[in-house]
């Protein structure tokens, strides 16, 4: 076996001849070459074995032959065989009743024999969403939750892999916490190969949105772990800890720690990435973290490095971020402090229109507060902005609009854009404005006029 000139089907004849009618001893050989040839096998002479190997694991009769040598055999074996050709007949395991003989047989192994089971369940449950289903409706989840109640040695690593892959179940989800397997799904994030802790994170991430799972997570030391793996991850890895991260930002009282725990330069590496969904997370993220002013100056310190160094797309994505900061009150001196404002009207000159234009929308927000009409305008904007009303692009003559439009109603400022007051563009956004001004207005005498009993009892208003 496992020669080039190997005829596997004679090879098969003899295997299931040993294990029919051959000795103990003569069985435990066959099923343990067939594990060491596995890899060399044909595909379709592996899984004429499965039938032989999955009747030796569900057998109960021990006054025979059979004794748990054999089945020790045969669970490697298994194992073995679904571990090849990336999983392609783990299923076909699965669907055979291998898994059902496998969580019998936990109860009654000893060390040695539970240790092949166990990873035996690992390679099952890594391919194939069914094998997963099939594991965690058998009674596999409170198994493994068990064993790891109780269990320190070199297993435990794999049953956290175990672990990590039942979670992706919704089922599981539900029941993890009551189980008391939460806090070993937070240590899957920190111990396994990387594509198990992926995976935990990832059902961390679905578990957080809830407001009671997302503080049992911070309280059982989630942060840290996915810090860490967003640090080590593959470009892959990254995106799904940042945004499980995310997920636990979302509520106030984590911010902070998770500023603490050294994320927000590993979001400022993200958003320079080349993957649009990082940028994204990203944005969102810096968003949520920026609401503490002593992230947002160490987030603008990142973004107006990126301004400087990134390419076109970072800058983009730097600046949007900024657009949204200059919304927050106080974020506001943050971003004049941080030297980003002549930065940005350096980068209205740029031929990029992306960048331009999400700059545009920087400044456009940046115009509404009076010491950053001063600092726009001591670095040369207004000049800029009113040659962009005549631009091709619709965002860029609007932001520049609005823009100017904030620095007329300024006294201190109405001199220097006098010459845009009679240009389309300007008189568009200032018409719009006037608009969307006045319907605020009425929303809010409207408003005024509702009482309390109104907004309680109105059924139309709940």
């Not at 021990?62 to 007949?89: M, P, V």
């Not at 109860?107 to 094998?131: A, H, I, M, W, Y």
């Not at 009482?451 to 208003?461: A, C, F, G, K």
Request: proline share 3%; net charge negative; glycine share 6%.
């Amino acid at each position: 076996m496992g020669n080039p000139d190997t005829n596997w089907e004679e090879a098969f004849n003899r295997f299931e001849q040993a294990v029919v009618s051959g000795s103990e001893a003569l069985q435990v050989k066959a099923i343990t070459k067939l594990a060491r040839v596995s890899k060399f096998a044909p595909q379709d002479i592996l899984a004429a074995t499965i039938p032989i190997l999955a009747r030796l694991l569900g057998e109960n009769n021990f006054s025979g032959n059979l004794t748990r040598s054999i089945q020790q055999a045969a669970a490697y074996c298994l194992k073995q065989i679904a571990s090849q050709a990336d999983g392609a007949l783990a299923t076909e395991i699965g669907q055979s009743g291998v898994i059902n003989s496998v969580l019998r047989l936990f109860p009654q192994s000893d060390d040695s024999f539970r240790t092949v089971l166990v990873k035996c369940l690992r390679v099952f449950v890594t391919f194939g969403n069914e094998n997963r289903v099939i594991v965690a409706r058998n009674g596999g989840l409170e198994i493994v939750i068990d064993l790891l109640n109780s269990c320190n040695d070199g297993t435990r690593r794999y049953l956290l892999e175990i672990l990590s892959a039942l979670a992706l179940l919704r089922e599981v989800r539900r029941v993890l916490i009551c189980l008391g397997g939460l806090r070993y799904l937070v240590e899957a994030v920190s111990f396994g190969c990387v594509v198990s802790r992926e995976r935990a994170c990832q059902a961390i991430g679905l578990l957080g949105v809830t407001g009671r799972a997302r503080r049992l997570l911070v309280e059982l030391g989630v942060i840290p772990g996915l810090v860490e793996l967003f640090h080590i991850g593959d470009w892959t890895t990254k995106l799904v800890a940042s945004n499980t991260l995310g997920v636990i930002a979302a509520h106030v009282e984590y911010i902070r720690p998770v500023a603490e725990a050294g994320a927000i330069p590993l979001y400022a590496e993200l958003l320079q990435g080349p993957d649009s969904t990082g940028k994204e997370i990203s944005e969102d993220v810096f968003c949520i973290l920026a609401v503490s002013e002593a992230n947002a100056n160490a987030i603008a310190e990142h973004l107006v490095r990126i301004l400087r160094e990134g390419d076109n797309e970072a800058k983009t994505a730097a600046a949007d971020v900024l657009w949204d900061l200059a919304g927050y009150k106080h974020s506001v001196p943050v971003i004049r402090n941080s030297g980003a404002i002549p930065i940005l009207v350096n980068l209205l000159r740029g031929e990029n229109d992306e960048v331009r234009e999400k700059v545009s929308g920087a400044i456009a927000q940046l115009s509404y507060n009076e010491a950053d009409r001063v600092a726009l305008a001591d670095a040369g904007a207004v000049p800029i902005m009113i040659e962009l009303l005549h631009d091709e692009s619709e965002e860029l003559r609007d932001n520049a609009a609005e823009s100017l439009i904030n620095f007329s109603e300024d006294p201190l400022q109405h001199e220097r854009i006098s010459e845009a007051i009679g240009i389309p563009s300007f008189q568009s956004m200032q018409s719009r404005l006037t608009r969307i001004h006045a319907s605020d207005d009425l929303m809010a005498r409207s408003m005024r006029r509702m009482s309390i009993e109104q907004l309680t009892w109105d059924p139309d208003l709940v």
